[in-house]
């Protein structure tokens, strides 16, 4: 092998390489850390302190902290746009890094074109600050702050009907194995006021 090849294969791989050390040392600090609790060292938005308007980013490290949980639907309620966002950010590193499937090259030209994430993140940006009912769903105010025991998250953080829904229904599921794990072997459908 000749010394160019190398350096073009590290300078390939580079990007991959330090977003994957940065990804596993977010991961470690919110497995740790809660953005929820009141004294967390994560610091807020500053274009939200200033301005009380959300920007495309507000919401992301409760949203990577929900992620890193394995609670989608409290980390789509904190910023849906990075949920839906990280896979084609991942495809995009592997196309620099030189993984191009030809199935992929259409996309790849939308992603790589960076009016595209101009007019999306802007968009975003506008939406989440409408006041009506569908665009309040894009804005991390909508749900509300997870109840905590210490620093983990004990209740998932959704308000919409639908995730409502789903959370109660998990719930019971919940209390159901719980009931029958603790010896009782009837499920009466109704809950202890204690949980």
Partial sequence: ?????LRSAS???APLAIT??????????LRHVNPYAGNSPLPGCPLYALTGLYCPGCGST?????????DLP???AMNPLLVISLPFLLLMLLHMAGLRPRVLEPLMRVLAAPMFWLVVLVGYAVLRNLPWTPF????PAHAVPPSTDG??????????S???AIHSSSIRHTRLIASRSSGSRRHTGTMPASL
């Fill in 1 to 5: 092998m000749s010394l160019p090849y």
């Fill in 11 to 13: 300078s390939r791989w």
């Fill in 20 to 29: 994957a050390g940065l990804a596993v040392g977010a991961t470690v600090v």
């Fill in 62 to 70: 409760r949203c990577l902290y929900s992620l890193v949980h394995f």
């Fill in 74 to 76: 409290g980390a789509m």
């Fill in 136 to 139: 309040v769903w894009l804005s």
């Fill in 151 to 160: 620093d983990q998250v004990t209740q998932p953080a959704i308000t919409s």
């Fill in 162 to 164: 639908a995730s409502a």
